[in-house]
């Protein structure tokens, strides 16, 4: 971490910082030097391949002012691992750069590596560099994550082919439920519905456990964040198919289940809200079998949704009878 700035102010400077607050996070990583050296150093498992992803958050933005620290670094962090998970690796270690506003409180910063260390320990990674500077804009944070795959078994989004069932892992929609939970909005719900879902906004699961053991079963596969159908869009554009999904079949949790209940318009934030950090793939209906397998194992749901169908038949989602649902009756814009 290359000190941007060594001044003293309200709260240590950038020296110390590293020291005091960040060193410890990398303690678990030979190949970070405690943060003291230019470059860190990874060397890759024989046969295995490299896997990065990057994501920014800005506050105000991607996060609300208020939000706790811990969980903003949890969010952050667990981002990061949902896409290492969907494309079937194991995540070893990060990156992170942190510029810090001008009220951002020292009290903060170790309340955020706080929450780092616990989720650090959660999913066996260490932080192994990174850099810190000062901003006069609002706080911004980003996080590179890097895992690790057997050569040639990444899960990419092109696979799919007509004829796949459509899988998602865990449930829909909490997460955009949560943060309508934080707008003062859903207040019909009792408060352990709303605490639920506002920790599913706020603190996301990757499917670490899952992504994995999805090599060589999934034919395509992506963590949801845009929400169900503008991802699966993604899936179907790049696998140059259609998808037919049931909506029926979509699993909600008890609480998403009492909010649609009572706001049948909320489920478009089901099919379009977004930040659900769940895996979708597919898979030829011969491997359901590793499918299931595959979920009980790593202890995560996974439910058949639909099925990849030809590209012309383009992306829908059905009822019970089999008849489309218009997405725009579902008040559903960005499609
Ligand atoms: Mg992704």
Not at 138 to 143: E, I, N, Q, R
Request: charged residues 25%.
């Amino acid at each position: 971490m290359a000190p941007a700035d060594k001044a003293e102010g309200a709260r240590p400077g950038e020296f110390r910082l590293i020291e005091e607050v960040f060193a410890p996070l990398a303690s678990g990583a030979a190949g970070a030097f405690a943060l003291k050296d230019d470059a860190a150093l990874y060397r890759a498992s024989t046969g295995w391949e490299t896997v990065l992803t990057v994501d920014a958050i800005v506050a105000g933005v991607h996060f609300l002012p208020d939000d706790p620290p811990e969980s903003v670094a949890r969010k952050l962090l667990r981002v990061n691992l949902s896409d290492i998970a969907a494309k079937g690796a194991v995540p070893k270690g990060y990156l992170l750069v942190t510029a810090w506003a001008d009220d951002t409180s020292f009290d903060w910063i170790k309340r955020f590596a706080s929450g780092l260390a616990e989720d650090q320990e959660r999913y066996g990674i260490s932080l192994w560099g990174g850099d810190t500077v000062r901003t006069s804009g609002p706080l911004m944070l980003s996080l590179t994550a890097i895992g690790e795959l057997p050569q040639g078994t990444l899960l990419a989004r092109g696979g799919a082919h007509p004829g796949d069932d459509i899988y998602v892992s865990g449930t829909l929609g909490d997460a955009a439920l949560g943060l309508e939970v934080l707008r003062a909005k859903l207040d019909d719900l009792s408060p352990e519905d709303r605490a639920q879902l506002v920790r599913r906004y706020r603190e996301p699961e990757p499917r670490c456990s899952l992504g994995p053991r999805l090599r060589g079963v999934a034919s395509a596969s992506l963590d949801i964040s845009d929400g169900l159908f503008a991802d699966l869009g993604h899936l179907c554009g790049q696998s140059g198919a259609g998808a037919r999904i049931e909506m029926d079949r979509l699993p909600l949790s008890d609480a998403a289940r009492r909010a649609v209940e009572g706001q049948p318009e909320l489920f478009q934030l089901i099919v379009g809200g977004g930040d659900d950090y769940e895996i979708l793939f597919a898979a030829p209906p011969e491997k359901a079998g590793q499918v299931a397998a595959a979920a009980a194992e790593a202890s995560v749901s996974v439910t058949r949704i639909g099925e990849v169908r030809e590209t012309d038949e383009g992306v829908k989602l059905v009822d019970r009878a089999g008849q489309p649902i218009p997405l725009k009756q579902l008040g559903y814009r960005h499609f």
